[in-house]
């Protein structure tokens, strides 16, 4: 979340788009309540089905699953056209004015720099802006000139009028006229409007500019960096937060560093490209400090080992030559090219899509580890459930162990939520039987690893061997050691630069915050974003104070947020140029003649002038937001509609003649899947996969209790398809797609309407995740037999939201 939970409450109108929050994120939920009694918050939900956050809605619109850039798209379309954004903001803090290279184009939803066969844009040199001879970008303040990123982006989404919306996404011209209206009423600086948002829109092969498109609307109405506006995503499992600011995906290290590739051999130059230098005038541009937070970071890995001379243990990191995400690893052992598999806390037969690829996976591996608390699906991927899992376990060789861990309860630990908020937690029971820790399992598993380098050696066994592990006893590090080395320490006096026998950080002390990290070796910290969570006063994840002077739900001394206790990301975003806040009376920070102060820490130099021109978005190296984004997206700058891979029309209606355009042409596609993929012909109903309050996933079908309020396995269809196929509620049906398929009960609903979409019915099933064959529940079909190996070209997230399927009566 760019706000926090608590922050909801100040909003006056909330869209719920792409996410079910009442139903996944219920005591979360309650801020949406709340603002809605106190502020007379207006809340709107667009979804494919009238779900449970809908029925509290102020106003509800359907949308065809995976169509959500065309809706956005259109709302862009009309705050332009209508003249309704946030003007002062958009023409200083973002991207407006900056001329865009000559050489980008888009023709027939192709932009520049495509290559076919390579299914993607290896070259995205096109996709930047135009350089001055000054070093800086070029811009036009006048916003005349046609390459300006204003007037590229007007052109860009003229093309979504509200009846290209309606024939794309099946949403009532006058609903979404309506939608569009609320949402532009927070245009003016005295309103604040949030997004809410989760896996309707990343579980999809354009998932990630779903995103973007919301956030450029939320740009264009100035809702970014306010009290009560945002980009909010709600997180799943509750330390998911946690995982990718520590870098546990495969492209990632710790703090939103990246791994280098295998093109990257050279330590300057991955330096050099990531400490970013301004691109315009006094910019603070603030990856900069790149150098320090990775150099403090290998420090704490390789302590000693690390040196200046051996660039702090550069060629002891892997270089990718490709990422390795979890649809990567399960096509490499596919193709019988992986011996083993550690799976922790993951049920991935449960969880990966297309169950059946996922399960000759597994069977060809070697050996898998199963670290987890229960048996699992995926622990028993070799036996025979019937039509459950219908698998013969004689032509399976994989060794499977299992080891019994804890869980979050039976542990001390840190917590990170949506809000970034870390937040510790205190050990409530024992651990039953033979379980062990996570952390026990894992040290145990590297102290042998590590002997058998010692004693063997190998082609280069230095990365395990000089790994720093300054555990007290290393066989069982505590929580609490590796929190205080994510925080950071001295390794060497930090004296004050301006007076140097003053020591401000004496040898062995904890960081109070990332702005001490240094690069010559000086400072260790496992991860830059959490430094200032455990200083030398102690564990400040563990405060609960919830004391909230100005009464904006903004509880600074209640645990510890990062980065540096900041609860509102871009705050600087809610003062106009000179400093004053937009809304004085949802105040987070303002300029006091000679410093920054209010109820929220500034995202921002706290003494830096507001007449030296510094923009709000310091990560970004010209200072304000992105509406083209200049790099790092894989389908292009500006969002278009693509399909989803298996699409009930067969074609694109924004490029009806261009078939490289009909879905993502950048998506992540392995060739071989693409045999997989059905068509409307075969299977003509859209498909769709999702939570529901009584159950997490696939474990708590293991108690009691949530087994005896959710039994049984169900899909849901409306009305209008139920009398199509001759169902009443109660009736079995079969629901296949062209990888497999599973038969449930189905609940026959009003909340599920057909939509007309480019001239056709389109029908939606909607298909609850969380039965599977082991717990106590009645056993059930794992809901990824049905879902295509396809992913989003820039997060590799699969896309479980939309795909095909034929519904019939069993
Ligand atoms: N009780 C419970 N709570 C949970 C979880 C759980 O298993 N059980 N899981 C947790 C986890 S890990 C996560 S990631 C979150 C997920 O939280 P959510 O994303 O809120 O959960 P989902 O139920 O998967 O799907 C959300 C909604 O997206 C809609 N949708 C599908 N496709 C589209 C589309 O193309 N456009 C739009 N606009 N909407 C679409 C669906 O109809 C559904 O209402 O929940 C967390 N909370
Ligand atoms: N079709 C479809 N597929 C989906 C989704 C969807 O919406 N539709 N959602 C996707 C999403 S967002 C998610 S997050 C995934 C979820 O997929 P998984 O993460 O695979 O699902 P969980 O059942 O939450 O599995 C977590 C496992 O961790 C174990 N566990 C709990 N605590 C601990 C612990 O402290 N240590 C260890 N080692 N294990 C522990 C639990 O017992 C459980 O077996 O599913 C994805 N798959
Ligand atoms: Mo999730």
New binding site residues.
């Given amino acids: 979340m760019t706000n926090h939970w608590v922050d909801i409450r100040n909003a006056d109108v909330i869209l719920v788009m792409g996410g079910n929050a009442a139903e996944a994120h219920p005591c979360g939920f309650k801020w949406v309540t709340e603002a809605k009694a106190h502020r007379k918050a207006r809340l709107i939900v667009v979804d494919p089905r009238f779900n449970r956050t809908a029925s509290v809605a102020d106003f509800y619109a359907p949308i065809r699953s995976g169509s959500d850039i065309a809706f956005l798209g259109g709302v862009i379309n009309y705050l332009l056209t209508n003249d309704k954004i946030q003007h002062e903001y958009v023409k200083n803090y973002t991207d407006f004015p900056f001329i865009v290279r000559e050489d980008f184009a888009f023709n027939d939803g192709i932009f520049s720099g495509y290559d076919p066969q390579k299914h993607g844009y290896p070259d995205k040199s096109s996709w930047n802006y135009e350089m001055g001879e000054d070093g800086f970008v070029k811009i036009d303040d006048t916003l005349q000139h046609p390459r300006c990123v204003y007037n590229l982006m007007k052109q860009h989404y003229s093309r979504y009028t509200p009846e290209v919306v309606e024939n794309i996404c099946g949403t009532p011209k006058d609903k979404f006229l309506k939608v569009c209206e609320m949402l532009a009423s927070t245009a003016v600086p005295g309103r604040a409007g949030t997004i809410l948002y989760a896996?309707g829109w990343t579980?999809h092969s354009v998932g990630s500019q779903m995103i973007r498109t919301g956030a450029m609307v939320q740009l264009l109405l100035g809702n970014i960096g306010i009290a009560g506006g945002g980009m909010n995503a709600l997180r799943?499992?509750s330390n998911?937060q946690g995982l990718t600011d520590l870098g546990l995906m495969s492209n990632l290290l710790p703090g939103y560093m990246t791994l280098p590739n295998e093109g990257e051999q050279n330590y300057a130059d991955y330096i050099r490209k990531r400490a970013t230098q301004q691109l315009r005038p006094n910019q603070l541009s603030y990856w900069q400090h790149y150098g320090a937070f990775f150099v403090s970071f290998m420090k704490a890995w390789w302590g000693d080992a690390a040196t200046a001379d051996n660039n702090w243990g550069y060629d002891y990191l892997p270089k990718l030559d490709k990422p390795y995400d979890l649809m990567q690893a399960i096509e490499l052992m596919h193709q019988g090219k992986m011996t083993g598999y550690i799976c922790?806390?993951?049920?991935?037969i449960?969880?990966?899509?297309d169950k059946r690829k996922t399960v000759e996976a597994l069977g060809k591996l070697k050996w898998l580890v199963i670290?987890?608390?229960?048996a699992?699906e995926t622990s028993e991927f070799w036996k025979n459930y019937g039509e459950f899992n219908d698998v013969d376990p004689s032509t399976i060789q994989t060794e499977v162990f299992r080891l019994p861990?804890?869980?979050?309860a039976e542990e001390n630990g840190s917590l990170v939520s949506s809000s970034r908020v870390l937040q510790w937690h205190w050990q409530g029971v024992e651990a039953p039987g033979e379980a062990k820790s996570?952390l026990e399992i894992m040290s145990g598993l590297f102290l042998r690893m590590r002997a058998a380098y010692q004693k063997d050696g190998g082609k280069f066994p230095d990365p395990i061997v000089k790994l720093s592990w300054p555990y007290a006893n290393p066989a069982s590090p505590t929580p609490e050691e590796l929190a205080k080395e994510y925080n950071g320490k001295a390794l060497a006096d930090q004296t004050d630069p301006k007076d140097p026998t003053r020591v401000l950080v004496k040898k062995g002390d904890q960081l109070s915050g990332f702005a001490q990290l240094k690069d010559d070796g000086s400072t260790a910290s496992g991860c830059w974003i959490f430094c200032g969570s455990w200083t030398q006063a102690g564990n400040q994840m563990g405060r609960r104070d919830n004391s909230d002077p100005t009464g904006i739900g903004q509880t600074l001394n209640w645990a510890w947020a990062w980065p540096a206790n900041r609860r509102v990301l871009y705050n600087r975003a809610s003062c106009d140029v000179s400093g004053k806040p937009f809304d004085p009376t949802r105040k987070l920070i303002g300029w006091n003649g000679s410093a920054w102060t209010g109820p929220d820490i500034p995202d921002f130099k706290a003494d830096e002038p507001p007449e030296h021109g510094m923009g709000p978005f310091i990560m970004n190296p010209e200072g304000v937001a992105r509406f083209f984004a200049r790099d790092g997206m894989a389908e292009g700058p500006f969002p278009e509609h693509y399909e989803p891979f298996e699409t009930p029309i067969g074609h694109n209606p924004m490029h009806p003649k261009n078939p490289l355009a009909t879905n993502n042409p950048a998506a992540r596609v392995f060739p071989d899947d693409r045999k997989t993929f059905g068509t409307a012909e075969a299977f003509p109903h859209v498909g769709t996969?999702?939570?529901l309050t009584e159950h997490?996933?696939?474990?708590t079908k293991h108690a009691k209790l949530n087994a005896i309020i959710q039994p049984q396995q169900f899909v849901e269809i409306g009305e209008d398809l139920a009398k199509e196929i001759g169902v009443v509620a109660g009736d079995k049906v079969k629901v296949s797609s062209n990888r497999g398929y599973l038969v449930a009960v189905a609940v026959v609903t009003k909340r599920i309407k057909p939509l007309t979409i480019d001239g056709r019915k389109v029908q939606h099933v909607g298909v609850p995740?969380h039965w599977g064959f082991k717990g106590q529940t009645q056993p059930g079909y794992l809901?990824?037999t049905l879902?295509p190996p396809v992913g989003d070209g820039n997060s590799q997230t699969?896309e479980?939201?939309s795909f095909l399927v034929k519904v019939e009566k069993a």
Wanted: aromatic share 18%.
């Fill in positions: 896996l579980h799943g499992h998911i922790q806390g993951f049920n991935v449960a969880s990966a899509p670290m987890d608390p229960l699992t861990t804890t869980c979050f996570d996969t999702y939570r997490f996933h696939f474990w995740l809901t990824n879902t699969p479980f939201k």
